[in-house]
């Protein structure tokens, strides 16, 4: 594939897969009146898969500076494969669940002043970490597409150029997904 061939496709699948989370986020789509028991599992599945990601990415960046680039090769379509996973799960928790707000009631349906109080004051922490992610997340995403194709079609130092960026964004991006998992479960309610 070119390279103008990528990134029309690295256009395309952006404004394909933020134009979907865009529509669910807004709760256009019609949503379904039974959900499948195991949609309440994704979110865990989900920031595992962020989780490992982050290791696999770590893992990569670690590999290219020991020149395995086989085995860096492999770790990135690893890291990619578990982020198209990660994409489908996240599309599909989206569509069932409704939005978790911080500090909302939790699943027991109670709430105490102590939980209160701390919703209260680390709630400008996670609307930071949130946003952070959620804007990085649209940034880094045909970067990660581009870079990928970069590597794949062994333009190294186009590779090397854009990956130097692309790198501690997508690895932000996952890790944050895992803060944010974890500061929002307490609040889940289901």
Excluded: C
């Amino acid at each position: 594939m070119s390279n103008k061939k990528a990134y029309i496709w690295a256009a395309i699948l952006t404004v394909v897969v933020m134009g979907l989370v865009s529509l669910l986020n807004r709760h256009v789509l019609p949503v379904p009146d039974s959900v499948p028991a195991f949609i309440f599992s994704l979110p865990k599945f989900i920031a595992g898969t962020n989780a490992i990601v982050s290791l696999v990415l770590i893992m990569t960046f670690i590999a290219v500076k020991q020149k395995k680039i086989a085995l860096h090769k492999k770790l990135n379509l690893t890291a990619m494969t578990l982020s198209a996973l990660f994409l489908l799960m996240y599309v599909t928790a989206h569509y069932f669940i409704p939005d978790t707000r911080y500090g909302d009631l939790n699943h027991d349906g109670q709430i105490s002043p102590e939980e209160l109080t701390a919703a209260g004051s680390m709630r400008s922490i996670y609307f930071f970490i949130l946003s952070s992610h959620i804007l990085l997340a649209g940034i880094v995403f045909p970067m990660v597409l581009i870079t990928f194709h970069f590597g794949w079609t062994n333009q190294v130092e186009k590779h090397k150029k854009l990956a130097r960026y692309t790198f501690p964004l997508w690895l932000y991006v996952a890790i944050t997904g895992v803060v944010v998992y974890f500061m929002i479960k307490p609040y889940y309610n289901f």
